[in-house]
T-cell receptor, first 112, second 114 residues
């Protein structure tokens, strides 16, 4: 089955700086890579996703890059704000109704 | 309506009880999922239903029994649970067509087994 590794487990950055979270996956059949933000006690919320036919996708301060050859993808958050503090999960799926395999999560802390 | 609704939000049950978790969506999604999330851990896939048929069971113990009565509803029947089954149970749904796999999560049911 799929295995997703995520680093770092904790990331502390100054407000206004950028944050980068990296994931690798093992199954070459995976073709869908979402990122979820989860605040304490709440549901995971999709913040951005990328499909394997695209190398990069951007939505305002958030961007995701995908390197299919190396089987890794990354989340980039620029101009970080206090409300960005949360746990971020990457995930991978082979599509259809395959379900998601999640990385272990990154606790992002934005220091004022 | 882009909501996945789960009930109840909180549940405390004894090890000999039988209870059910419910999930509902009206987005026309034909794939529905149960995930289990322990504190400070990622969600772990338990079951997948595709077009009301069980398509994936991730070796979940039989004390968890899923049911999909129709394309909008998903249940998880619980019986003889153990304290280590205490967790947040998340339901999700997605379209079951090719590239369209964005999953929408419900708010979850926080289950405590005593």
């Amino acid at each position: 089955g799929e295995n997703v590794e995520q680093h770092p487990s904790t990331l502390s950055v100054q407000e206004g700086d950028s944050a980068v979270i990296k994931c690798t996956y093992s199954d070459s059949a995976s073709n869908y890579f979402p990122w979820y933000k989860q605040e304490l006690g709440k549901r995971p919320q999709l913040i951005i996703d990328i499909r394997s036919n695209v190398g990069e996708k951007k939505d305002q301060r958030i961007a995701v890059t995908l390197n299919k050859t190396a089987k890794h993808f990354s989340l980039h958050i620029t101009e970080t704000q206090p409300e960005d503090s949360a746990v971020y999960f990457c995930a991978a799926s082979a599509g259809g109704a395959d379900g998601l395999t999640f990385g272990k999560g990154t606790h992002l802390i934005i220091q004022p | 309506d882009t909501e996945v609704t789960q009930t109840p939000k909180h549940l405390v049950m004894g090890m000999t009880n039988k209870k059910s978790l419910k999930c509902e969506q009206h987005m026309g999604h034909r794939a529905m999922y149960w995930y289990k999330q322990k504190a400070k851990k990622p969600p772990e896939l338990m079951f997948v239903y595709s077009y009301e048929k069980l398509s994936i069971n991730e070796s979940v113990p039989s004390r968890f029994s899923p049911e999909c009565p129709n394309s909008s509803l998903l249940n998880l029947h619980l019986h003889a649970l153990q304290p280590e089954d205490s967790a947040l149970y998340l339901c999700a749904s997605s379209q079951d067509r090719g590239w369209n796999t964005e999953a929408f999560f419900g708010q979850g049911t926080r289950l405590t087994v005593v």
